[in-house]
Structures are given as C-alpha cells and as structure tokens.
C-alpha cells in the first residue's frame, strides 16, 4: 500500500472504476450473448429485438473509455453477420 496520501486517494478511485467498469462490461458481454443465442436458436424476431440493446452498450462502452473502438466495430458487425444470416 501507497504512503502517500494522494496516492491512496487514487488507489481508492482506481478500485471504484476498475469495479465499474468490470460490471459493465459484464452487462455488455451478457447483451451480446443474448443476441448470439437467438440466433442459435433461430428465433431472429428476437434476436433482431434484442440487437439495438447489445449495439448501445457496445457503443456506450467505447465512449466511457472501456474498450476501443475498433473493438466496438468488430463486436456489431460480428453480431450484425450472424443476424442478416438468419
């Protein structure tokens, strides 16, 4: 553990946005697996429902700074291939 004072201080804030983060990202992969099973399911009105979900916590990802954008871009047009294929 840090001895000085501001860098305690930002130990603690690097924790709260570590743990953050982690929980978005968790919502983020659970919205892409939701969409993924769909579409293995074969159910693509539910898949097509749940893909505007998935695209704006991937979206929302890359504008909090938690993944990059080319990421992000991968990500949608992955999802959006296995969707169109339906």
Not at 41 to 51: C, P, Q, R, T, W
Not at 69 to 82: D, G, V
């Amino acid at each position: 553990m840090a001895n000085i004072k501001s860098q305690i201080k930002r130990a603690k804030t690097n924790e709260k946005s570590r743990s953050a983060n982690a929980s978005y990202k968790s919502a983020m992969r659970t919205a892409i697996k939701k969409v993924e099973m769909a579409v293995k399911e074969g159910n693509k009105d539910v898949a097509l429902s749940l893909l505007p979900n998935a695209f704006s916590y991937i979206d929302a990802s890359v504008s909090k700074g938690i993944q990059h954008k080319n990421t992000a871009a991968r990500q949608k047009a992955h999802l959006q291939l296995l969707v169109n294929k339906l």
